[in-house]
Nanobody
Framework: QVHLAESGGGSVQSGGSLKLSCVVS????????MAWFRQAPDKERVGVAQ???????IYADSVKGRFTISQDNDKNTLYLQMNSLKPEDTAIYYC???????????????????WGQGTQVTVFS
């Protein structure tokens, strides 16, 4: 069983920044594909950013140039640096892990089996 715990959410004004963290237990992050998803109220959960075990990344078009996904294997921690935040970024953000090799072109939710509890991000106009 893999345990993931997000932190770093909060409320910020438009244009501000937040850095989310996800501490991963019971597996080696380098052996998994990891990703960040988000879900706004009454909307479907969507992929935001993905990082493979080799460091390859992919981002949703809506966050390209603003968000950066990274991981620190020594600390077993996944990060999402979010800059130039917009009200449209308001959502619950989840980290997720998969033992499978990812699709290099898209974030496929079915590949991810372990999920954190989510952390709320609210961006005000």
């Amino acid at each position: 069983q893999v345990h993931l715990a997000e932190s770093g959410g909060g409320s910020v004004q438009s244009g501000g920044s937040l850095k989310l963290s996800c501490v991963v237990s019971e597996f080696n992050p380098s052996s998994y594909c990891m990703a960040w998803f988000r879900q706004a109220p009454d909307k479907e959960r969507v992929g935001v950013a993905q990082i493979d075990s080799d460091g390859s990344t992919i981002y949703a078009d809506s966050v390209k140039g603003r968000f950066t996904i990274s991981q620190d294997n020594d600390k077993n921690t996944l990060y999402l640096q979010m800059n130039s935040l917009k009200p449209e970024d308001t959502a619950i953000y989840y980290c997720a892990a998969s033992p499978f090799h990812p699709n290099p072109l898209s974030i496929e939710e079915w590949r991810f089996r372990d999920w954190g509890q989510g952390t709320q991000v609210t961006v005000f106009s």
